[in-house]
């Protein structure tokens, strides 16, 4: 059970960081336009079996590409002579608009925005591997993304892929599980 719940960890964070990568480089190409009214549209629950088996081996290969992408985040951060946490305390206050944000060294907000530059940088080649591997199991990034909002919002979907993941989980010999 504690090697489900691993992997269900992961499965979220990696989720979250695809959607999220996704979100911001979209929200990129709409920053002119007029804000849409929305209302919270119904989540769509009617995925088959396939579409389900897809999204989750395409995930898991999405999960290989952001842990492999979070190494080479650090490696810049920590190249640039920074710690992680002074970089994510300094990415979190200049998001939320912080005061302290304009109160920062700026010899440690030059280092921010080289490593944060560099970062930057990767994003598009992330987003074309990310977007690869969910080409390659046959799915389309919008079913993609529907199933993860469905795995979020709809008990129904997580139940399902839950059920699957844990059903994979326990068919891969117990070596190979770690």
Do not use: C, H, W
């Amino acid at each position: 059970m504690k090697a489900f719940n691993r992997i269900r960890r992961r499965y979220n964070t990696a989720l979250g960081a695809f959607a999220l990568l996704l979100i911001v480089l979209s929200s990129s190409v709409v920053y002119g336009q007029a804000p849409v009214q929305t209302q919270t549209p119904q989540v769509k629950e009617d995925f088959n079996e396939q579409e389900l088996d897809r999204f989750l081996n395409a995930n898991q290969k999405i999960t290989a590409i952001q842990t492999e992408a979070q190494g080479e985040m650090v490696k810049i951060i920590e190249k640039e002579g920074m710690s992680v946490d002074k970089f994510n305390a300094m990415a979190e206050a200049q998001q939320k608009q912080d005061s302290t944000a304009a109160k920062q060294d700026p010899k440690d907000l030059a280092v921010f925005q080289k490593a944060a530059e560099q970062i930057n940088g990767m994003q598009q080649g992330l987003e074309g591997k990310m977007t690869k591997a969910v080409e390659e199991e046959g799915l389309k990034v919008e079913t993609y993304l529907q199933i993860a909002q469905a795995y979020q919002q709809s008990e129904k979907v997580r139940g399902i892929l839950d059920k699957k993941m844990k059903e994979k989980q326990n068919s891969v010999p117990r070596a190979e599980q770690k």
